[in-house]
């Protein structure tokens, strides 16, 4: 069976600090990875998704990045972060099919920018 | 106006009560409905899908997708008071995009 994995779970970090959240899957190959944020009692905004390694695509002009260094792996970075990027992460993955089908999602990654 | 619509909520019902989450949506060109059950602090976890029109029933859980009305709903029978959640509706498979469209979420309270 197929299990997703993001860490850390919680993190703390100062404005201007940089920034690396990790994103595995496991039990599946060439799946379409997606990174969300959602804020406080809002719905999931997409941030970046990828339809295989080195292909990320940019919803949100931010100062945020994504990465795919391997088939299974996605990376969410910041090189200074601000107060407004403060959230829950989400990552999650689908069978690579043209957006067809499930998504489904990590554990996410609680980001509290002080 | 939004692709997709969803009732916040807050939706409280008492322990045992049928209770009926709704979403509308505004691109017919959509295949793929999805509902998710998200527990505060946690990722959203996939409860129902359903490709096209038409009902699908997991136990207690009974999805179902009008596309004339672009209409979605979850009904959930005999509800618990483990069944308190945000729940989210998502719809996909416009071909060409990757893209997944969310509701905002209701948030469920079911009271014992």
């Known amino acids: 069976s197929q299990t997703i994995h993001q860490w850390p779970a919680t993190l703390v970090q100062p404005v201007g600090s940089p920034l690396s959240l990790e994103c595995t899957v496991e039990?599946?190959?060439?799946?379409?990875l997606y990174w969300y944020r959602q804020a406080a009692g809002r719905g999931l905004q997409l941030l970046f998704y990828?339809?295989?390694?080195?292909?990320i695509s940019s919803e949100v002009p931010q100062n945020l990045s994504a990465s795919r260094p391997q088939d299974r792996q996605f990376i969410l970075s910041s090189k200074k972060l601000l107060l407004s990027d403060s959230g829950f992460y989400l990552c999650?993955?689908?069978?690579?099919?043209?957006?067809?089908?499930?998504?489904?999602f990590g554990p996410g990654t609680r980001l509290l920018v002080l | 106006q939004k692709e997709v619509e969803q009732d916040p909520g807050p939706l409280s019902v008492p322990e045992g009560a049928i209770v009926s989450l709704n979403c509308t949506y505004s691109?017919?060109?959509?295949?793929?409905f999805m509902w998710y059950r998200q527990y505060s602090r946690k990722g959203p976890e996939l409860l129902m899908y359903?490709?096209?029109?038409g009902n699908k029933e997991d136990g207690r859980f009974t999805a179902q997708v009008d596309k004339s009305s672009k209409y979605i709903s979850l009904f959930i029978r005999d509800s618990q008071p483990s069944d308190s959640a945000t729940y989210l509706c998502?719809?996909?498979?416009?071909?060409?995009?990757?893209?997944?469209?969310f509701g905002t979420g209701t948030r469920l309270k079911v009271l014992a």
């Open positions: 691109n017919s060109a959509f295949q793929y």
């Open positions: 039990g599946t190959s060439n799946p379409n």
């Open positions: 359903t490709y096209s029109s």
């Open positions: 990828s339809v295989g390694i080195g292909q």
């Open positions: 999650a993955w689908s069978v690579q099919t043209s957006g067809l089908g499930t998504q489904y």
């Open positions: 998502a719809m996909s498979g416009v071909w060409g995009t990757y893209k997944y469209i």
